[in-house]
């Protein structure tokens, strides 16, 4: 969804993706390598896991418990660690990219990211359950969520607050919205069919052979392309997978963290692509 708002921004025109990340996102520091010279950091890279910023170091990390009110705060939370290789070299998924992103979203728009993406993404997907999760406050109807213990029991997920990668997970929402997200990008409503293809595209590769585009993770089923991402925190594991060249996509939430999702999702696509080509 973060993805999306950028290149909307990129067709408006008020967003370069190779651009310095900082000229829209000033607290994003200007990085040096180890000897000391000049990396330039892009919105491409960012969007792609490339720009060499580093993910969660331990639990406690992963687990954030501060609350942070701009996404300026939430990048001084990294800023000063260094790269982990030179931008673009490779990739290295990380949420603390997307807060970048985020932060750059907000200089581009000149609008919080979060009254962006209402605007921009939520509004025109008729997403309308879909909101910033804040632990502090009372949201009707929020699931409770649980993790499994090593002996597989169910527990009460800790407390979390994701103030920290709003940009990268932060959302509350349902499988309902999360299908209209889906439809409204198959239908482009959000960007338009060359933008959804730019980002369809793989800039870099996993071990598994899949790949990753500007925000999408790319894969195959039965022939068809298939883009979509899965996500997990504390509480709850989540999965989006489209195939664009026959309008089809499953939407897969649940309250439980660490929930294996692909292969649910993946039989309830291969049953709608043999619906469909019957």
Same mark, same amino acid.
């Given at each position: 969804? *973060?993805? +999306?708002?950028?290149?909307?921004?990129?067709?408006?025109?008020?967003? /370069?993706?190779? !651009? $310095?990340?900082?000229?829209?996102? $000033?607290?994003?520091?200007?990085?040096? =390598?180890? #000897?000391?010279?000049?990396?330039?950091?892009? *919105?491409?890279?960012?969007?792609?896991?490339?720009?060499?910023?580093?993910?969660?170091?331990?639990?406690?990390? !992963?687990?954030?418990?501060?609350?942070?009110?701009?996404?300026?705060?939430?990048?001084?939370?990294? %800023?000063? %660690?260094?790269?982990?290789?030179? $931008?673009?070299?490779?990739?290295?998924?990380?949420?603390?990219?997307? &807060?970048?992103?985020?932060?750059?979203?907000?200089?581009?728009?000149?609008?919080?990211?979060?009254?962006?993406?209402?605007?921009? &993404?939520?509004?025109?997907?008729?997403?309308?359950?879909?909101?910033?999760? %804040?632990?502090?406050?009372?949201?009707?109807?929020?699931?409770?969520?649980?993790?499994?213990?090593?002996?597989?029991? @169910?527990?009460?997920?800790?407390?979390? #607050?994701?103030? /920290?990668?709003?940009?990268?997970?932060?959302? @509350?929402?349902?499988?309902?919205?999360?299908?209209?997200?889906?439809? !409204?990008?198959?239908?482009?409503?959000?960007? *338009?069919?060359?933008?959804?293809?730019?980002?369809?595209? $793989?800039? =870099?590769?996993?071990?598994?052979?899949?790949?990753?585009?500007?925000?999408?993770? +790319?894969?195959?089923?039965?022939?068809?392309?298939?883009?979509?991402?899965?996500?997990?925190?504390?509480?709850?594991? *989540?999965?989006?997978?489209?195939?664009? #060249?026959?309008?089809?996509?499953?939407?897969?939430?649940?309250?439980?963290?660490?929930?294996?999702?692909?292969?649910?999702?993946?039989?309830?696509?291969?049953?709608?692509?043999?619906? =469909?080509? !019957?």
């Amino acid at each position: 969804m *973060t993805a +999306i708002a950028v290149m909307q921004l990129v067709q408006q025109g008020k967003l /370069d993706l190779d !651009a $310095p990340a900082q000229r829209y996102c $000033p607290a994003f520091s200007l990085k040096t =390598s180890p #000897d000391g010279k000049p990396w330039v950091v892009t *919105t491409r890279e960012l969007l792609s896991h490339r720009a060499a910023i580093r993910w969660h170091r331990d639990d406690t990390e !992963a687990r954030n418990t501060k609350h942070y009110d701009t996404l300026g705060e939430a990048v001084k939370h990294f %800023d000063d %660690d260094p790269l982990q290789f030179a $931008p673009g070299e490779k990739m290295l998924y990380s949420t603390y990219g997307y &807060v970048v992103v985020g932060c750059a979203i907000e200089g581009a728009a000149h609008r919080k990211f979060s009254d962006y993406m209402r605007q921009a &993404v939520f509004s025109l997907s008729r997403m309308n359950a879909t909101q910033a999760d %804040d632990p502090q406050k009372l949201v009707p109807h929020r699931a409770r969520g649980y993790e499994k213990t090593k002996g597989k029991q @169910l527990e009460n997920a800790p407390f979390f #607050d994701p103030s /920290d990668r709003l940009p990268g997970g932060g959302w @509350l929402s349902t499988s309902e919205d999360l299908a209209r997200f889906a439809d !409204a990008v198959m239908s482009d409503k959000l960007a *338009t069919s060359a933008t959804l293809e730019e980002m369809g595209k $793989p800039l =870099s590769t996993r071990e598994d052979g899949s790949g990753y585009g500007l925000g999408w993770g +790319i894969g195959k089923l039965d022939g068809h392309r298939v883009v979509g991402h899965n996500g997990g925190q504390a509480g709850c594991s *989540t999965l989006l997978k489209l195939v664009p #060249d026959r309008q089809l996509a499953v939407a897969v939430m649940t309250n439980v963290e660490g929930a294996d999702l692909d292969a649910f999702a993946e039989s309830i696509l291969k049953l709608g692509l043999s619906h =469909s080509a !019957a």
